[in-house]
């Protein structure tokens, strides 16, 4: 098995806890972008204990008080797929009016472009929340 997600050190990993980590995912295109998956190799959310569901829709629900709360983005996106990746990981994207994609989803198509300072200054924005949302979910995890 070649799964990506249960890697060691998966790509952008900032935080890991017991049954979950998140990944930074942000780029210029969606600055403020992270993943939180699931540590053991499982594809649908069915497969997750009660226990571990609420776990992971209050990690979901912090990361996007957190970001609502630093970023102030005009919406938060949640995702869950696995359609190439079928290891279980949510995507929560922040999202403004003026991104590359509003209103289209991050896979849909692109509709205009965004000033490369406007894109920096949020990236910047996003990377320096990190810290603090891995704080966060300690706190949260240490609950469960
Ligand atoms: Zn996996």
Redesign the pocket.
């Known amino acids: 098995m070649n799964?990506p997600?249960?890697s060691e050190k998966p790509i952008g990993e900032f935080w890991r806890g017991r049954h979950f980590y998140a990944i930074d995912a942000g780029n210029d295109d969606f600055p403020a972008y992270i993943r939180i998956v699931a540590r053991d190799?499982i594809a649908e959310m069915s497969m997750l204990s009660p226990a571990l569901k609420s776990e992971l829709r209050a990690l979901l629900d912090a990361a996007e008080e957190e970001m609502l709360a630093a970023l102030a983005p005009d919406k938060m996106n949640w995702a869950q797929f696995g359609n190439m990746v079928p290891?279980l990981h949510w995507h929560l994207i922040a999202r403004w009016k003026d991104d590359g994609w509003f209103p289209e989803c991050p896979w849909g198509p692109r509709q205009r472009p965004v000033a490369a300072e406007l894109s920096r200054k949020r990236r910047n924005e996003a990377l320096e929340l990190l810290p603090q949302l891995a704080q966060r979910f300690s706190e949260v995890e240490s609950r469960f």
Request: hydrophobic letters at 20%.
């Open positions: 799964c997600l249960c190799h290891h």
